[in-house]
Antibody, heavy 121, light 113 residues
Framework: EVQLVESGGGLVKPGGSLRLSCAGS????????MNWVRQAPGKGLEWVSS????????YYTDSVKGRFTISRDNAQNSLYLQMNSLRAEDTAVYYC??????????????WGQGTMVTVSS | DIVMTQSPDSLPVSLGERATINCKSS????????????LAWYQQKPGQPPKLLIY???TRESGVPDRFSGSGSGTDFTLTISSLQAEDVAVYYC?????????FGQGTKLDIK
């Protein structure tokens, strides 16, 4: 079964750090561009970051540039999001999502169940 | 950044009736090199992750019922559910993947009238 499973969420104080992980299984993880998408409580979807299959191309939304770092370990079939200098507005469910077809510009066909990040004092 | 605007925000529809959701992008998402519209539709039910319904504006994802269809080109797109079923109650999002940031619309909440 093709699957993505996120972990690493939790409660953190403003200014703190957290590292999210996403484990892929059931597909050739190293062949796919991967993304992080977040959803604040009761709000819509917000794309956060993407990383190409070999980590050559990395992109971020402006609000997280300089604070978040996306990375991957294809040998471990894992995607990561290092989040530093966290703010209350980063509170959200964070989903990892696979880009379909092996390209970099395509729809997101597989999503994890999400991990909740709460930034509060 | 490309801004995606959906209408309406909320849509009550009777069971068996047609539901139509619109999505407008602030600039064209039609790529001239391959004549493809870089536009997807997702369905999200409460407590669940989004599910891909439609990609390239009109291609149905495998396993998606054929009552779901997508149309449009350039900057104006539509998701149509031909005959609403109870299990279609959800929030629907459009997304452009033409350029980063890969922006989503604000969502349309579809429920039963």
């Amino acid at each position: 079964e093709v699957q993505l499973v996120e972990s690493g969420g939790g409660l953190v104080k403003p200014g703190g750090s957290l590292r999210l992980s996403c484990a892929g299984s059931g597909f050739s993880f190293s062949s796919y561009t991967m993304n992080w998408v977040r959803q604040a409580p009761g709000k819509g979807l917000e794309w956060v970051s993407s990383i190409s299959s070999s980590s050559t191309y990395i992109y971020y939304t402006d609000s997280v540039k300089g604070r978040f770092t996306i990375s991957r370990d294809n040998a471990q079939n894992s995607l990561y999001l290092q989040m530093n200098s966290l703010r209350a507005e980063d509170t959200a469910v964070y989903y990892c999502a696979r880009v379909r077809g092996g390209g970099s510009y395509d729809a997101f066909d597989i999503w994890g169940q999400g991990t909740m990040v709460t930034v509060s004092s | 950044d490309i801004v995606m605007t959906q209408s309406p925000d909320s849509l009550p529809v009777s069971l068996g009736e047609r539901a139509t959701i619109n999505c407008k992008s602030s600039q064209s998402v039609l790529h001239s090199s391959n004549n493809k519209n870089y536009l997807a539709w997702y369905q999200q039910k409460p407590g669940q992750p989004p599910k891909l319904l439609i990609y390239w504006a009109s291609t149905r994802e495998s396993g998606v019922p054929d009552r779901f269809s997508g149309s449009g080109s350039g900057t104006d797109f539509t998701l149509t559910i031909s005959s609403l079923q109870a299990e279609d109650v959800a929030v629907y999002y459009c997304q452009q993947y033409f350029s980063t940031p890969h922006t989503f619309g604000q969502g349309t909440k579809l429920d039963i009238k």
